[in-house]
């Protein structure tokens, strides 16, 4: 998983090596002068980048990296009065941990 493709310019991850990136395909979305550059989780660490996990606010906790990478996004993990907590007032992060592994993240997801 360390090894995995990981688009420069918008952060998104792939399970394959490839040319393109389709996020980046989008005519909408910026491309650097130098074109399509990828990078993997083991380069961004040994960049010094790290996880950020830190609450945002009640119930809030953000998930992102530090220094900021790609376009800078962050995930936002919400508790919810209907089964999004444990205990109380407390987001269950303990269930959003396996999520925090690297792994392919899908267009449109903020986060992983």
Do not use: F, K
């Not at 074109?35 to 660490?45: S, V």
């Amino acid at each position: 998983m360390n090894d995995l493709p990981i688009c420069v310019t918008c952060g998104v991850q792939y399970a394959a090596p490839r040319d393109d990136c389709p996020i980046c395909e989008d005519e909408r979305q910026y491309v650097g002068w130098g074109g399509q550059r990828w990078t993997t989780l083991r380069e961004l660490r040994r960049a010094g980048h790290r996880a950020r996990i830190e609450e945002e606010g009640p119930d809030v906790i953000g998930i992102g990296a530090e220094p900021p990478t790609a376009i800078g996004q962050r995930a936002l993990l919400i508790g919810s009065r209907g089964g999004g907590r444990r205990g109380r007032g407390r987001p269950p992060l303990g269930r959003a941990l396996p999520l925090l592994r690297p792994r392919r993240r899908r267009a449109g997801a903020g986060g992983r």
